[in-house]
């Protein structure tokens, strides 16, 4: 017997969209017990340290700020209170590695959208769950994978904008690959006249262009998203490219030129990013780009410890 589609509002249109605009549309993992509250709580408890990342982010028009901590002893259903009183968010990666109910759930969606959208191939997918705070922000940014977000709980706004100059650049996507995180990816509020904004609820789930660097303010309420991330073979090739690209930047102060896909320039630099991606160099630098720098407190929920002094 076949489950209910995970998708409640596709038509025609949306299949000819997919992957080339923004796109919003239905879905019903609002309603699923994967995403109530007492789900979400203990999933947090067991879930694997090294698998979640828990960010504290400025207030809304102040500094930029960025820091990375760990949710220490709290329960799962604290660490939920502290980010609903708090400024941050919780991100648990690889949610379909760590329980099987996921992994189910990603298969039935990439089954539906191979069913639904023409020539659709993705060869690695994964998703996480976000858990974030009253209007905290995610700052302008862009991600290598294709890319979706799916609303569970609360509202927030969500602005996408082209993947194009000069709004994304080449090297900011080479230093993504290098670094893995946004380094130095600037952004002006004039940008804001050449976003598409959508005000997002929950029960929908938008998908938008390859790189489309986008940014996120939360309304004031206890926002839980889903994350998507999915390659596909031109995905990977123009990975390849980022990496080997950003090597001869950054290692060797060449310009490049070249951004081909395929041809011996393409398949030199396969080779030659494979033997440079990984170094101690460049792994230290990646490192210390995120260090952990707080802890929750469990006394007093939504604030935090910092490490040096707790
Ligand atoms: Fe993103």
Not at 25 to 35: G, Y
Not at 156 to 168: D, G, N, R, S
Not at 193 to 207: I, P, V
Request: glycine share 6%; charged share 25%; proline share 6%.
């Amino acid at each position: 017997m076949r489950a209910e589609p995970v998708f409640t509002s596709w038509t025609e249109q949306e299949s000819k969209l997919w992957g080339n605009q923004p796109v919003r549309i239905e879905h019903r993992l609002n309603k699923s017990p994967l995403f109530s509250m007492d789900g979400l709580a203990d999933l947090i408890d067991r879930y694997p340290r090294q698998h979640y990342s828990l960010i504290q982010m400025g207030a809304p028009g102040q500094r930029k700020l960025w820091r990375e901590g760990e949710i220490g002893d709290l329960s799962g259903a604290e660490v939920i209170e502290a980010i609903g009183k708090g400024r941050m968010w919780l991100n648990l990666r690889r949610v379909a590695e760590v329980d099987t109910r996921y992994r189910d759930l990603v298969n039935a969606i990439f089954g539906e959208l191979s069913e639904r959208v023409p020539g659709f191939n993705s060869i690695d997918e994964s998703i996480g769950i976000l858990i974030s705070s009253p209007n905290a922000q995610v700052y302008y940014h862009a991600d290598l994978p294709g890319q979706s977000l799916w609303q569970i709980h609360g509202s927030k706004k969500v602005y996408i904008y082209p993947a194009v100059e000069p709004f994304l650049a080449p090297e900011h996507l080479e230093d993504i690959a290098l670094f893995g995180v946004e380094v130095n990816m600037p952004y002006e509020p004039w940008y804001d006249e050449h976003a598409r904004c959508f005000e997002f609820k929950a029960g929908e789930m938008l998908n938008w262009p390859l790189n489309a660097p986008h940014r996120i303010e939360n309304m004031n309420c206890l926002n839980v998203s889903m994350t998507m991330e999915y390659w596909t073979d031109d995905y990977k090739r123009a990975q390849v490219v980022n990496l080997a690209n950003g090597i001869l930047r950054h290692r060797f102060g060449h310009k490049p030129k070249s951004r081909a896909t395929h041809g011996p320039i393409f398949w030199g630099k396969r080779v030659a990013q494979r033997l440079l991606r990984d170094t101690p160099a460049l792994k230290r630098e990646r490192k210390a780009l995120r260090p952990i720098s707080f802890r929750l407190d469990r006394t007093h929920l939504g604030e935090i410890l910092d490490l040096e002094a707790a």
